[in-house]
């Protein structure tokens, strides 16, 4: 059985060994990689969470699988474009795809950010014909702009992708 819960700052180092497994099961989804996140220090991580639990712009979010957490998603308001939120780190552990906790994930952050203000929710996403590219489309977002290199030196294409509820949001 799948649940979702926001991340509690007392597990902040919880969330960085999950961010970091993501990064190592995955290199190819994500702009940053495990190098750059595993020179982090442990206060820098304390933090991140701490800043995300007490403020109203973030919302990390853990799946777990009976008690274990086998997924994450980031969701952040953006604060220079109103009514815009944006979805980072999504990934579930391979042992828990295919049980719907990448659905569950996703449908709580776009409930969040909808219940705060979004009109338009973004992300970005390796080019591939891949369970997090259908993901998106069955959540309604479609891709906008051209694609771009995942990170400086990629081969791999990024494609943007949006989600709009209502009037189009400008930007």
């Known amino acids: 059985m799948i649940s979702i819960r926001p991340i509690a700052p007392h597990e902040w180092a919880q969330y960085r060994d999950l961010r970091l497994k993501a990064l190592q099961d995955a290199p190819c989804a994500f702009g940053s990689t495990w190098e750059a ?10 933090a991140q969470i701490a800043s995300a639990a007490s403020g109203d712009m973030d919302l990390a979010l853990f799946a777990f699988n009976k008690a274990q957490a086998c997924g994450l998603v980031w969701c952040k308001l953006s604060a220079t474009e109103s009514g815009v939120a944006h979805i980072y780190q999504m ?11 990448g659905n569950a994930l996703l449908t709580q952050a776009l409930a969040w950010a909808k219940s705060h203000g979004a009109r338009c929710v973004r992300l970005g996403v390796t080019h591939a014909d891949s369970p997090a590219m259908r993901l998106y489309r ?33 930007g």
Do not use: C, I, N, Y
Request: no cysteine.
């Open 37 to 46: 996140e595993a020179r982090k220090t442990d206060e820098s991580w304390r």
């Open 91 to 101: 990934w579930v552990h391979p042992a828990a795809r295919g049980l719907g906790a």
């Open 138 to 170: 069955a959540h309604g977002f479609r891709p906008v702009g051209d694609m771009e290199p995942l990170r400086e030196g990629s081969e791999l294409m990024a494609q943007a992708m949006e989600l709009v509820w209502g009037e189009p949001v400008a």
